[in-house]
């Protein structure tokens, strides 16, 4: 029996997590920790829909994600993560589903879609089509009630209560339907303008940054390409500076508006202002990356204990739902 509500989220170990992962998921992950049980996935078999040719990557990736969320602030006292690949209820809930979610629906799912393109796939992996079908097996094997995610995830989220309904009502109600949660800023805008920050578009702030790094980058930043001189009258809402200082910096926001709109601050300085407001926000991060980047014991025992406490709730999850499917002929 689980006693609080509970949330269930997680990443892709592909790379560093960036600002946009901050600010559509992250922070919200951490302001919940405090009232809802929490999971968090580190997806590595949903890594291999992509990466299936380099998986020896994985490890260096598994552990680089976890620091990530480590040094935002999830607190293993508080949060538990784990490793996907080592919850094989996860994979026997995945073949459970893949009997009833058709092939059109998968093929339709726009963040798959998009992703494909993103990819330039023409012809897709099973896996890879299919994957948003692990992903509902890795919420509902818990009976999360609660998924905080970026906005493109909830094509997935809505699958995965099609899912729970149509098991539901096939065998018998035993899943939960989980419940999307989306950050105030569902979506930050790439470096460069572009409409997603994005590992493969290479137009990100990454969390490990260092302040110098940060500098550049928001130096190099697209701004509203019809202020050339300084007494040009900008326009905020085409500006890519603008839209961090609308995810980072709630306090100036309108008062930068109001300057960039009558020429009363520079890009230059705007963008300085932007860059100490960001270095501001990561300093506290940077400091708790240190932290367990000093205790690769610490970071291992971490991913270990919270995997062998999620699979104990695997296997019971399991075995419901195989009574329910009236698949427990047999037991060993
Ligand atoms: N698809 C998510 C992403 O790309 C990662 C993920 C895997 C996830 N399993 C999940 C997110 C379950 C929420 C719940 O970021």
Request: hydrophobic letters at 40%.
């Amino acid at each position: 029996m689980k006693l609080r509500k509970r949330i269930l989220t997680g990443d892709r170990p592909t790379g560093k997590l960036h600002l946009g992962h901050y600010a559509g998921s992250l922070q919200n992950r951490v302001a919940l920790q405090n009232d809802f049980e929490t999971f968090i996935i580190i997806a590595d078999i949903q890594a291999l829909t992509t990466n299936f040719d380099k998986p020896e990557r994985l490890k260096q990736d598994v552990l680089n994600v976890t620091l990530d969320n480590l040094s935002v602030g999830l607190d293993p006292e508080k949060a538990t993560f784990f490793i996907q690949s080592l919850i094989p209820e996860i994979a026997e809930l995945t073949a459970f589903y893949s009997m009833f979610v058709t092939v059109n629906s998968l093929r339709h799912n726009p963040t798959v879609k998009s992703e494909m393109q993103q990819y330039g796939y023409n012809d897709i992996m099973y896996g890879f089509l299919g994957y948003p079908v692990s992903q509902a097996a890795d919420i509902t094997f818990c009976k999360a009630d609660l998924v905080p995610v970026g906005e493109d995830q909830l094509p997935h989220i809505e699958l995965s209560r099609k899912i729970v309904r149509r098991f539901n009502e096939l065998y018998k109600p035993v899943l939960v339907e989980p419940q999307a949660m989306v950050s105030k800023v569902s979506r930050l805008v790439g470096i460069d303008g572009n409409a997603k920050m994005g590992k493969s578009l290479n137009n990100g702030i990454y969390l490990s940054d260092d302040a110098e790094t940060v500098k550049q980058k928001v130096r190099s930043a697209v701004t509203d390409a019809n202020r050339i001189k300084l007494t040009d009258k900008g326009n905020p809402d085409v500006c890519t500076v603008f839209k961090y200082h609308h995810a980072f910096n709630e306090h100036e926001v309108l008062n930068i508006s109001e300057c960039c709109k009558n020429a009363a601050i520079g890009c230059s300085a705007c963008k300085s202002n932007l860059s100490a407001c960001i270095n501001g926000m990561l300093d506290p991060i940077w400091d708790k990356r240190a932290f367990y980047e000093q205790r690769p014991e610490l970071v291992q025992e971490i991913l270990m204990s919270g995997t062998v406490k999620v699979r104990a709730v695997a296997k019971e999850v399991v075995r419901e739902v195989r009574e329910a499917m009236n698949i427990d002929y047999f037991s060993l």
